[in-house]
């Protein structure tokens, strides 16, 4: 297998962690490069459900090494939770300890990023983002702030201590009179530290340098990516995003590895559209039919359990995650949840309602997209189980030309067809 990164090319939860975890087989290296427990990747192996938020989901192959790169964010404690639920069904923790590697550089996520997150979004009132909760854009502000604490920091005491001289007193202003919330003492601070030390030693990657400099050479490179391009601080539906860069190029970055040492991007769409958070989503169904594939494709979250807005697949935007997310061919999941719908729709352009004319562009400035509706092609559903199917050729003609329609309409090759939840339901071309 070529180096691969795995691309989210929705809104999130298009089925990543199973095509990471399929695509784990053949890869020695798996690497998270972006985001932190704000993630909810589902892998299912024999009917077992593993449920990862910062781990990389290739962590259940004995003597492969994931790693959570410099461009994550990490909750310590959200982490040892992790490992707690996914020891508590039969992966030792000498497993863990054997494979999962955390870089020095990525960011800590302390309470008080989380304080903020929970504020702001309540402050924002019906403007909110509809974030995880997860501290995740705090602890993204205060890096490029250059005010962040790196995992490094909380295993040298004295330069802790002298950052935090520093960033607390700022802080502490921000949280009491910015935010009204409760300022941190530096012992508060230490202790939480502390804390944190004792549950990343066991992981972190002192030598990354000269390890990943030898993976690099000699070894095959799985990259995972969270959430999605529609989601990306650059490229998604602005201000209605996360605070990191889900695209290809963010994980040459977040990784410690350069642009080079990425060969192919697959990016994963689901066969028709969810969404869960605020913000646009063109596609979205409001009825019934939006609520048929909610209940079928079990469309509610894995990290908060919120209910996800479902819609029809939207071609105008997947282009536009082929180009800006780098992606060189495609996975469709979910592909089986369409089984029992008569007539299955697709969204080849926009319509602006306002002057009539056809827009072919994603258009970037979320707020005008009440002015657009979606153009819709329709296709006849297959009305029968795919669930089984092993190949290409065994699945129904409908569901074939359904797949021919969005090869043609993404302009890129779909490699891999995901007809259930299970890493046998898969279907590689
Ligand atoms: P991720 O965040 O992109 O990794 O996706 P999530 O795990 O949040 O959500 C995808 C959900 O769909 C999970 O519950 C998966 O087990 C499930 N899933 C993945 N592929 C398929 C598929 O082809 N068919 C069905 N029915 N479920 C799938
Ligand atoms: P995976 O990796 C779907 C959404 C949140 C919110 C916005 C910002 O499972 O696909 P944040 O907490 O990141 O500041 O929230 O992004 N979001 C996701 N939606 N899947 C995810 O991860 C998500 N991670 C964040 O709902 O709209
Ligand atoms: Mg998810």
Redesign the pocket.
Known sequence: MKNTVVV?AQ???EG?AKITDLLAQKADFITRFQ?GS????TVVVNNKKYAFHLIPSGILYENKICMIGSGCVIKPDDLKAEIDNITAQGVSIEHFKKCLKISPLAHITLKYHCDIDGYSESELGKNK??????G??PTYTDKYARSGIRVEDLFNLETLNKKLDVILPKKNKELEFVYNLKPYSKEEILAECELYREILAPYVDFDWQENLLKIKQEKTILFEG???VM?DIDYGTYP????SNPISAGAGIGASMGPFALQEAVGVFKAYMTR????AFITELLDETGEKLRSTGAEFG??TGRPRRCGWFDAVSARYSVLVGGLTTAAITKLDVLDNFEKIKVATAYKNKKTGEIEKNYPTNVYTHTDYEPVYETLEGWGEDITNCKTYNELPINARKYLQKLEELLGIKISIISVGPDREQTIFI
Do not use: C, M
């Open positions: 989210g809104f999130g939860d990543k985001g704000n993630a909810g990747h983002i509809g974030t995880t909760k997860k995740i854009g969270a959430q999605g989601l209605y995003v996360t605070s869960v958070g605020e913000g894995v990290t």
